[in-house]
């Protein structure tokens, strides 16, 4: 089985679940990137970002180092925005043409992931749903325990597939 961990994080809390999945399944990794990226990490990212939400941006994406189509197993990670999944997860799944892929979901959020899984299972008909998981900013909450958690999550989904 061939397992690809794909995934967009802009500030290292959806990378951090996303190499920690992909070391436990000896996966490999595929890091989503806008071709310009939000310049702002202070309080501006909140409104550009949501209104990228909000309007449905699509951002043209960086080429892909890995064709996600040539994997049976992925892993697919992005932060929570505006209570969805982000502009770069949306233009991802809109160019890349998975079914019956074997699909295991994760997100990293501060508060409340709203419709983030339920947005991607729906751009993800015709794959099977293998399992979800969501994390709050691991990176400055419970990094280790959540690393562990993801790890037990990942090992047990990797022995059913
Ligand atoms: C534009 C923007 C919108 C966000 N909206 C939400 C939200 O609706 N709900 C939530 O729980 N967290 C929200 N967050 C917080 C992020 O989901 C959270 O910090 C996450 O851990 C970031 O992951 P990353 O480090 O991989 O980018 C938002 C962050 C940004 C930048």
Do not use: H
């Not at 967009?8 to 996966?27: M, Q, R, V």
């Amino acid at each position: 089985m061939k397992i690809l961990v794909a995934f967009y994080s802009f500030e290292g809390n959806t990378k951090f679940i996303a190499e920690t999945i992909a070391k436990e399944l000896k996966a490999d990794l595929l890091e989503l990137k806008p071709t310009k990226e939000i310049k702002t990490k202070g309080f501006f990212k909140y409104p550009i970002g949501g209104a990228q939400v909000v309007f449905g941006f699509k951002p043209k994406l960086l080429p892909f180092e890995k064709n996600p189509e040539d994997y049976d197993v992925l892993f697919l990670g992005t932060p929570t925005w505006s209570l969805s999944y982000t502009p770069t997860m949306r233009s991802f799944l809109s160019q890349v043409k998975l079914s019956g892929k074997k699909i295991g979901l994760f997100c990293c959020r501060m508060g409340k992931k709203g419709k983030t899984f339920k947005i991607m299972k729906k751009k993800l008909k015709g794959n099977e749903i293998i399992g979800e998981i969501d994390f709050s900013q691991p990176l400055i909450k419970a990094k280790e325990d959540d690393a562990k958690t993801v790890r037990k999550w990942a090992k047990e989904l990797g022995s059913k597939i």
